[in-house]
């Protein structure tokens, strides 16, 4: 029987108390591109009402749009068209199940923040490592959904590797248990990989056993200036050759960017005093015995020497610290201040990123007067590559070809080996470049493993797949 | 239409020259457990004759067992019962197509060896950080489709973790190319972390990029000498806090291997005079700045003083270090010498690891006279933990009470929480084991996957899924 979710019987099928206010806090999404429709929320307490919801809504045949911190940029989490859906909050799913510090071991519920994780950590003695600007409101079951990245996937890898087992709904209205607490455990196919990363259209993540890591005896923030990408990147190189996997962030800085924030920041405290083309911000983390201000020093004078750093500043606080983190975290805020035509999350080879920044760069010139500020995870090779227009010109005089814009810079990149998603993952901005850029055979199995977990399609329905092409 | 492998229009379809005389080199595993049927053993040169021959398997209907270097130990590369198969061998698909140093990544075919991969990562100034036992023979192909182990997972991660992208034949007999270099690449679900570990029941893997690491700049290698497996694992907490991610290795060693070594390797020079009851190997790679010897003396003095730590050597130079690496290395010989009643490859949280090792003990005591060995990756909570018959006794004497010890060995590491199979994989010998202990939900969607993927059944039937069960 298909339902619509203003029916009343639909709501009455659903276990008590579930039900929320629809408010509009529920149908938007970060970046304003899409307005999700409102059907009901319902906001379970446990894996076992989210069970009964899948349930009662595969019976009913009514689309279901899983709803975490709401921050994802790719509109996976709010449904535009099609029949109305149930929205499936987790925001009351937020416990911190368990801590286990000798195991560095953190079991949380889908629905708490990135940030409840970490201070949970944090009271324990240890770090857990992902780190995003959004940590505040961003929740455990989205950033596992979207296997998202961060500042420190260069050391401690992204959601998923930080992921050791879930505990999950599946479209059958089925509980899978696999909450381990294992770094090894072979013993059939690796479902929590798959359900990790799908956007909630294989089922929904309740829970997660995550992992935490050491706190380093020794940590250290340094902000070098360097003439070029290529530069900054022979220099993470050299500096991974010194610390031995203790360069825990890697960001790489546009004068641009430097551009936006005296422009939108003025307030905000530069270190250099003339503007440089380009920085890195590096981070260490570092065994007992070293002292990590030496440690960056000693990096400064051999990325001199080699002729890859011209000035630099090595933080001699904590607040300094903070102070660089700074101007690295507000260089979205000034982005949006400023108003971008086009933004890309893209990935690239790292041998291939200086040849595509200059390649790109040449190629936009002849398209149109802009400016690109590009920045990002630079030891992931993973860059936000975004484009804003000209000083005293408005987005709206390049509406017309901002789509042909975006789709060469794709094409660069997929060139280059690269990807048209980095850590933002398809939801439903990406969909068509998915099927335009993914491998064929790849996209198949895609679609024949959501038709296999999935029949009534039900889960998210036209995030990552299109419903058409099912 | 059906055909058998002895059939000559079989071999007539295939791609010419593919075709390998069936020795018992194809048909046998390491332990010796299974015999696997002769069909016909092909060996193709490219992806396209891999793909070629899936699709004539498919359209036949006769099965495919995959196979590289063969040192699975669980029997997923022999194919005892069912209708003959086709064997397929990666053995000439051995190149490493390209190495990337600037990138630390390195593209290699899948009958390369691991070993191989090694060597020209060590060509290239960099590391492949897999390393096991069997690297000499063992096949990338078969490390990923196993998600196999070894002593650097506590540090560099799995095979899994390992691998950026994947080659790979589908059981349509398409080509699905995944290769890529990226670090970060969120574009639809998760297949590559699908296939590897899937023991090649959902296709063949035919070509990965894998990452590579720098080599530390220090590295030294310890033997401890420890109380019990707690003492153990509260000094792996205090080295993981001083050495901020520098541990690679902290393996487990047991007084009853060192017995083993001493009765069936008399030349080999063990470091301590007095048998101790526990040792544990740590292998360190930290820093510039820092003397590895001197961070390992730390640690003993560390461990001495919080009374964790009776003894302990520090290899003096890359000799003695290969020395005490030998000890560990050699003990699956000395098991092997003994020869064992029953193997257990098992994980546990680290905090569960004491008190499993105390009561599984206090357990098998009870049913009988035999000697426990007892060692393994202490680090990632696996353990291979192995029974033997008391001196002066046979394994056959113990044949009756085999299957029941096994039973309950595994039976207690899942009451707490553990792993039936930490690093070898279901293949034949647990598929039974699986399908007792397994998730019942996972179990499902495992087969609503494998189904999905390989609707004929022809891939490596009758590993990790039953036949039957599907």
């Not at 408010?23 to 899409?34: D, I, K, M, Q, V």
């Not at 449904?79 to 801590?99: C, Q, T």
Request: aromatic content about 4%; charged content about 20%; some cysteine.
């Amino acid at each position: 029987m298909t339902l619509n979710p203003a029916d009343d019987r639909l709501a009455a099928r659903l276990p008590q108390g579930v039900l929320r206010e629809v408010t509009s806090a529920y149908t938007e999404e970060a970046r304003g591109l899409f307005t999700g429709q409102a059907g009901l929320v319902a906001a379970p307490r446990d894996s076992g009402e989210v069970a009964a919801i899948l349930r009662v809504c595969a019976e009913a045949q009514v689309p279901i749009v899983p709803r975490g911190g709401g921050t994802g940029l790719v509109g996976g989490q709010v449904m535009p068209e099609g029949p109305a859906p149930l929205i499936l909050s987790l925001e009351r799913m937020n416990a911190i199940r368990e801590i286990y510090p000798d195991e560095n071991v953190i079991l949380a519920e889908a629905g708490a923040t990135v940030q409840q994780a970490r201070d949970a950590a944090a009271g324990a003695g240890r770090q857990f490592p992902l780190s995003l600007a959004s940590q505040g409101t961003a929740q455990i079951g989205g950033v596992l959904s979207t296997n998202a990245g961060g500042v420190n996937v260069l050391r401690y890898g992204n959601a998923r590797a930080l992921c050791l087992g879930i505990e999950a709904v599946l479209p059958s209205g089925e509980i899978m248990r696999d909450l381990k607490r294992l770094r090894k455990d072979n013993t059939g196919y690796d479902l929590r990989d798959l359900l990790i990363g799908a956007e909630g259209t294989l089922g929904i993540i309740t829970a997660a056993s995550l992992v935490m890591a050491p706190v380093p005896a020794e940590s250290g923030v340094a902000m070098l200036v360097v003439e070029s990408p290529d530069a900054a990147l022979r220099l993470l190189s050299i500096a991974q050759a010194r610390m031995a996997g203790g360069v825990s962030a890697f960001e790489l800085i546009s004068g641009v960017g430097l551009d936006f924030l005296q422009e939108h920041f003025p307030n905000l405290r530069q270190p250099f005093a003339s503007r440089p083309k380009w920085v890195v911000l590096i981070e260490v983390g570092l065994p007992a015995g070293l002292v990590a201000d030496e440690a960056l020093e000693g990096l400064f004078m051999a990325g001199s020497e080699a002729g890859l750093v011209s000035d630099g500043v090595i933080a001699q606080s904590g607040q300094q610290a903070a102070e660089l983190w700074n101007i690295r975290e507000d260089i979205p805020h000034a982005n949006r201040a400023v108003g971008a035509i086009a933004s890309h999350d893209i990935s690239l080879p790292l041998s291939e990123i200086a040849g595509f920044i200059r390649d790109a760069g040449a190629m936009l010139a002849d398209r149109g007067d802009m400016r690109i500020n590009c920045f990002g995870h630079l030891g992931d090779g993973n860059l936000h590559y975004n484009l804003f227009p000209a000083a005293g010109r408005t987005r709206a005089e390049y509406a017309d070809i901002r789509s042909g814009l975006s789709f060469a810079v794709h094409e660069m990149v997929l060139a280059r080996g690269g990807s048209f998603s980095a850590e933002h993952g398809v939801g439903r901005l990406k969909v068509a470049d998915l099927e335009r850029w993914g491998d064929p055979v790849r996209l198949a199995a895609m679609r024949a493993i959501k038709q296999a977990l999935d029949p009534h399609g039900i889960m998210n329905p036209g995030a990552v797949l299109s419903c058409a092409s099912r």
